[in-house]
């Protein structure tokens, strides 16, 4: 089994940046796609941003299109998420999950898709 374990996440004023790092247990991990959901209070989880296992490919969702750049360096076993430009609206757990997604093929955007989750890292944006 693969543990992916997400730090990086914290207070910050609307504006501002955060770059959220998920790093896996296993060498394995190189292979699985790596995507980034996020859920805030009340509504439901989001998917955020993905990259293939080479890093080749990376996919947005249309909220943070822009703003959010997603990669990898899988020589560290991590997937970064890199957030700029930072609203009230970004205020979620945001979660990292590995699974064997071919995005090419329109995939990867629903939770039941990815085989392994972190636990979460609180991600607070204030006005």
């Known amino acids: 089994q693969v543990q992916l374990v997400e730090s990086g996440g914290g207070l910050v004023q609307a504006g501002d940046s955060l770059r959220l790092s998920c790093t896996a247990s296993r060498r394995t991990f190189r292979r699985y796609a790596v995507a980034w959901f996020r859920q805030a209070p009340g509504k439901e989880r989001e998917f955020v941003a993905g990259?293939?296992?080479?890093?080749?490919?990376?996919y947005y969702a249309d909220s943070v299109k822009g703003r959010f750049t997603i990669a990898r360096d899988n020589a560290k076993n991590t997937v970064y998420l890199q957030m700029n430009s930072l609203t009230p609206e970004d205020t979620a757990v945001y979660s990292c999950?590995?699974?064997?997604?071919?995005?090419?093929?329109?995939?990867?955007?629903?939770?039941?898709?990815?085989?392994?989750w972190g636990q979460g890292t609180q991600v607070t944006v204030s006005s």
């Open positions: 999950a590995a699974g064997n997604i071919d995005y090419r093929l329109g995939f990867g955007a629903t939770m039941d898709e990815y085989d392994y």
């Open positions: 990259i293939s296992w080479s890093g080749s490919s990376a």
